[in-house]
């Protein structure tokens, strides 16, 4: 069996800060749903209210920019579709994407869970920052 585990990040556009928690709730939510039923696993998933994380398990047969993109474009148009925002909402064009082994999912999963808390005294740059530091940017 083939784990291909991966943390991805991206920012709403302009890192405006349209995503709220009870806006999040309802996309994450979604977006676990959504990516389950188009065969996209989303082991974890939450973020602040300018950017998302998501910590993916990949099938050996999938593209990892073709399912950031699909998850990106589900979630813009369903929110945008269902005016859950007073304005449209755009994610930046690119994003940010880590590997991460098997023994340190749990770790991820936790981090991940923490979102509201790490962005009550750094923000993303930081965070990015922090992370680049140990494993060199990824960004695409």
């Not at 083939?2 to 996309?27: C, D, E, M, N």
């Not at 994003?95 to 749990?106: D, I, K, L, N």
């Not at 991820?108 to 923490?114: A, F, P």
Request: glycine share 6%.
């Amino acid at each position: 069996m083939v784990y291909l585990f991966v943390h991805v990040i991206w920012s709403v556009k302009g890192r405006q800060a349209l995503l709220t928690k009870p806006v999040r709730r309802v996309l994450l939510v979604h977006l676990q749903k959504d990516s389950g039923e188009r065969g996209i696993k989303i082991i974890a998933a939450d973020g602040a209210e300018d950017h998302v994380h998501c910590l993916l398990q990949l099938m050996p047969s999938q593209n990892l920019a073709q399912v950031v993109k699909s998850i990106r474009t589900m979630s813009a148009d369903w929110l945008n579709d269902n005016k859950l925002l007073a304005s449209a909402l755009e994610w930046e064009d690119g994003y940010t994407a880590y590997s991460v082994s098997p023994s340190g999912v749990q770790q991820v999963i936790d981090y991940i869970g923490k979102q509201e808390e790490v962005h009550r005294s750094r923000t993303l740059e930081s965070e990015l920052e922090s992370f680049d530091k140990f494993t060199g940017p990824q960004a695409h």
